[in-house]
């Protein structure tokens, strides 16, 4: 049996994928990002960081808002690809940093800003993280999550979870919202505002961005296939493999 850690499972899933998701139009785009952007606003004095940059839409989106943005993520490609991309902008005030969610090497309360999007999920130590991510947040600052989130209820939850794992081996766990409103609130954050959105996959490109084997993407086919009526129905489940799931965007600040 391979001996990886979860991290390097991780690693070995993004490092080559980095392109693809500088490329994403789910992720360089979307409602979430507007939403973020209103409620962070202009902040030129602050420092902000964002955890998981993955191919760093979130950073840059930051980077038009404050002062100085840190883009941490466990993949150096993905690093690579943000502050070549950052570059490329024009961006000067993007700074990348290799680092897990949860062992952020700052001191604590360096930060204005913390944020994280589309990363969670894959985080070994989800709860770890959170925490991490308060203890480098100042005591008067703003913290954002977004994620996908699961059903509250288990039958499409098990779904969700599935078709993740399926697609990515690196997945770990899509939280329900009240899952995140407990383990925020445990780890010293009190959340001001949640809106959620939903998000449409398409199935091919979805598929594709993390190179789904081949034998991976005809389980999630034949799964699908196999979809009960309401099943089917909480996922917008289309023809072609398409679906839709909810995200949400969770504004907090200390508690
Ligand atoms: C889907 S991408 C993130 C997308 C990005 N935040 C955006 O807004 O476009 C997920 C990223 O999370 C990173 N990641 C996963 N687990 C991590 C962890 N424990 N610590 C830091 N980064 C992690 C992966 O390497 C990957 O680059």
Redesign the pocket.
């Known amino acids: 049996m391979p001996a990886t850690s979860h991290?390097n499972l991780?690693?070995s899933?993004?490092d080559s994928?980095?392109a693809a998701?500088l490329r994403?139009t789910v992720?360089?785009s979307g409602p979430d990002?507007v939403w973020i952007a209103e409620r962070v606003g202009h902040r030129p004095e602050a420092i902000a960081l964002?955890?998981?940059?993955?191919?760093?839409?979130?950073?840059f989106l930051l980077a038009g808002l404050v002062g100085h943005v840190v883009a941490?993520?466990?993949?150096r490609p993905?690093l690579q690809t943000v502050a070549a991309e950052a570059d490329r902008r024009g961006l000067r005030n993007i700074a990348v940093r290799e680092?897990?969610?949860?062992d952020l090497a700052f001191a604590p309360a360096s930060f204005d800003v913390v944020t994280?999007?589309?990363?969670?999920h894959?985080?070994?130590?989800w709860q770890g993280?959170l925490q991490a991510m308060r203890r480098v947040l100042k005591p008067q600052g703003l913290a954002v999550f977004?994620d996908v989130v699961a059903p509250e209820d288990a039958l499409p939850d098990t779904w969700l979870q599935s078709l993740e794992l399926l697609r990515d081996p690196?997945h770990v766990r899509n939280a329900s919202l009240q899952e995140w409103k407990k383990a925020l609130a445990s780890s010293g954050f009190a959340v001001l505002e949640v809106t959620r959105f939903r998000l449409r996959l398409e199935f091919a490109s979805w598929l594709e961005r993390m190179r789904t084997s081949p034998v991976h993407a005809a389980a999630i086919r034949s799964l699908q296939l196999l979809a009960s009526a309401e099943v089917a129905e909480y996922f917008s489940l289309e023809e072609d493999g398409s679906f839709s799931i909810d995200t949400a965007v969770i504004l907090a600040r200390p508690l």
Not at 99 to 102: L, S
Not at 116 to 120: E, V, W
């Open positions: 991290d991780v690693v899933q993004y994928r980095a998701y994403s992720h360089a990002l964002d955890v998981g940059c993955g191919g760093g839409h979130l950073s941490c993520d466990l993949s993905m680092m897990a969610a949860e994280t999007r589309y990363s969670a894959h985080w070994r130590h993280g977004a690196s």
